[in-house]
Every structure is written in structure tokens, then in C-alpha cells.
């Protein structure tokens, strides 16, 4: 609560944040989302406020912000799209129709290149040294490591939703507990630990009884390098982790990303995985983690992860 009884709030959605104040502890949840709306455009119904919680539930409309233990200044991240924009969201995407994988960058003839210069090595090192890991659970001996990216590889970020749930990729908590068996896990989202945090605890994956997440990485970790052909390019450098544990080289790691770029520092530890967009339509017919899962197995007991070329991934035979 700030001074005078007032409620102050930022809200964050679509890359900017928007300042809420001058709300009264009497003021309804209802009555923010209306506030939200005159801000942002996006109407009530469409609004999904992560980290709002009242007794362990989404509050509903009629719960006033006075029970909601509400700090100062605190923020929260909005999902939600326009009415404008929702034609865009509802209707199928070019790329579903035709059934094909955007490549977002077609840059396999620099990735040696990138891979090994100078300066790229120099920034790894300089992360290595400044960037905290914060470890909830040590390296288990023996373990191949998995690190995951978040947004359109496991939660559908972009569409519109009740809950977190909905745009949870299907088969995401059987497959990170078949992974746990073989493989600890990293989270290496391109955004701030924050937000990282609220949709892990959205989804139910920090405290799953089946499994458990090793560590969590954020944007801090990742380095810029330059690509002649596209100009400067953040990725995320496995380097980091092989740096800071001991336990896990380029020869018992692999990552899945739906963007390459991001695995351009470690082509050979990466596995393009399809985007999940639309949550609503693809939901119910998404089986991509469910073909991982089979397909992490079946190199769990490899000795060199790196001799693969996991494009090919769907028709690999032991």
C-alpha cells in the first residue's frame, strides 16, 4: 500500500508497463481490470493477471484489492490481446495451415565461425565470472542435463487464456518427469527471473512432487554476438552453464529452443523445437513433447550427445 491508502501498480504487458495509481484498498479486482482497460485497450474478459492470487485461487472480479496483501509499487504481468488484434490470434496462422516450421534465421554457414570467436569466447567468460546461478537443486551424479526454454517452446505466451494452464503445451508435466529420470533440468528463458518465476509457479513446475528443476536462468546469462548477415544476435551460450558446473559438458548437454539463434554459440547441443501458438486451437493436438520424450530416452545412455545431429531428430534410431 502506498501513502494516503492508495494502491499503486504497474502493470507489464506487451513489452511496456503501464502505472496504475490513486486505486482505493476498497477498489475491486473488477473495478483494476476496468482501470487496466481504459490503459491498455484489452477488455476485462480478456485480462489474465499473473501472480494475482486471493487464498491460493485467481480472485475473482468481486475481491477487493485490500485482501490481496498488495505491496507497493508492485508489478504484474499481464496476457491479454485486444479485440482489434484477436482476428489475428483466433484465425489460424499461415504457417499452421501449410504445416511448416518458420526458420527464423538460415545461418548454418557462420555458425563455426560464430561459434569460436574471440570476442563471443570473451563475453562467455565474462558471464561465467559476474552471473549468479541460483541452484534449487545440485547436479545428480551421473545425469545428462536438459535446458528448456519457455515462451512458445513450453507456454504459449502470446494468446489469450483463463488460466496459465491453458497455455501450458500439452504432455509438459509427463514429460519433465519421464526427463528426470536421465536428465536434470534448466529453465533458460530470454527474459527477466521475475517473469520467469511467475510462469513457472502459473504452471505447476517448481513444486511438482515427480520432478525437479535444477536451476533457472534468465536474460542476464545470455551474450550478443554479430552475424554478418544479421547484425547483432542474443543467444544463449551453454558455455555459461559448462562453466559454472562441472558436471555437465557439451558432450551430456542438449537444449530445445523454438528460435536457432539461440543456440548458435552450441548448434550441435540444439534442437529447433516446433513453436506452440494458438494454445486454444492446437491444444488438444500438440504431441510434440510427448515424440521428445521418446527421443530423449532413447539417447539417454549415449556417451557423446554432440555426435548427433538432432534436426533429424524424429527418425533417429538407436
Not at 505466451?157 to 509427463?174: I, N, Q
Not at 551453454?238 to 552450441?266: H, P, Q
Request: glycine residues 4%; neutral net charge; aromatic residues 8%.
Amino acid at each position: 500500500m502506498a501513502v494516503c491508502n492508495e494502491v499503486c501498480l504497474t502493470i507489464k504487458w506487451s513489452g511496456k508497463e503501464y502505472s496504475i495509481d490513486k486505486l482505493l484498498p476498497t477498489d475491486t479486482v473488477g473495478y483494476l481490470k476496468e482501470v487496466i482497460k481504459e490503459k491498455t485497450g484489452v477488455l476485462p474478459e480478456r485480462q489474465k493477471l499473473l501472480g494475482l492470487k486471493y487464498k491460493g485461487k485467481t480472485p475473482d472480479d468481486d475481491v477487493r484489492l485490500s485482501t490481496l496483501n498488495l505491496k507497493s509499487n508492485t508489478k504484474i504481468m499481464m496476457m491479454g490481446t485486444r479485440e482489434e488484434n484477436l482476428a489475428e490470434v483466433i484465425s489460424p496462422s499461415e504457417e499452421l495451415l501449410n504445416n511448416q516450421v518458420i526458420n527464423d534465421f538460415d545461418i548454418e554457414e557462420e555458425e563455426i565461425q560464430i561459434e569460436n570467436r574471440d570476442e563471443n569466447l570473451a563475453k562467455i567468460d565474462k558471464r561465467i565470472s559476474d552471473y549468479k546461478v541460483e541452484i534449487r537443486n545440485p547436479p545428480r551424479a551421473g545425469k545428462k542435463l536438459l535446458v528448456l526454454d519457455v515462451d512458445y517452446t513450453i507456454f504459449d505466451h502470446r494468446s489469450v487464456a483463463e488460466t496459465g494452464v491453458e497455455l501450458m503445451r500439452p504432455y509438459l508435466h509427463d514429460f519433465l518427469t519421464a526427463a528426470y529420470e536421465h536428465y536434470d533440468i534448466a529453465i533458460w528463458s530470454a527474459t527477466s527471473m521475475k517473469w520467469i518465476e511467475a510462469k513457472m509457479k502459473e504452471l505447476g513446475i517448481l513444486d511438482n512432487p515427480n520432478y525437479k528443476i535444477s536451476f533457472l536462468l534468465d536474460s542476464g546469462a545470455m551474450i550478443t554476438v554479430l552475424s554478418t548477415k544479421y547484425g547483432l544476435i542474443e543467444t544463449k551460450p551453454l558455455g555459461v552453464i559448462w562453466g559454472k558446473f562441472e558436471e555437465y559438458t557439451s558432450k551430456n548437454t542438449i537444449m530445445f529452443d523454438d528460435l536457432r539463434r539461440n543456440f548458435l554459440m552450441n548448434p550441435q547441443n540444439g534442437l529447433k523445437i516446433r513453436p506452440f501458438r494458438e494454445a486454444h486451437k492446437n491444444r488438444h493436438k500438440d504431441k510434440e513433447l510427448s515424440k521428445l520424450t521418446k527421443y530423449l530416452n532413447k539417447i539417454a545412455k549415449l556417451d557423446d550427445l554432440s555426435d548427433l545431429n538432432h534436426k533429424h531428430w524424429e527418425s533417429y534410431k538407436p
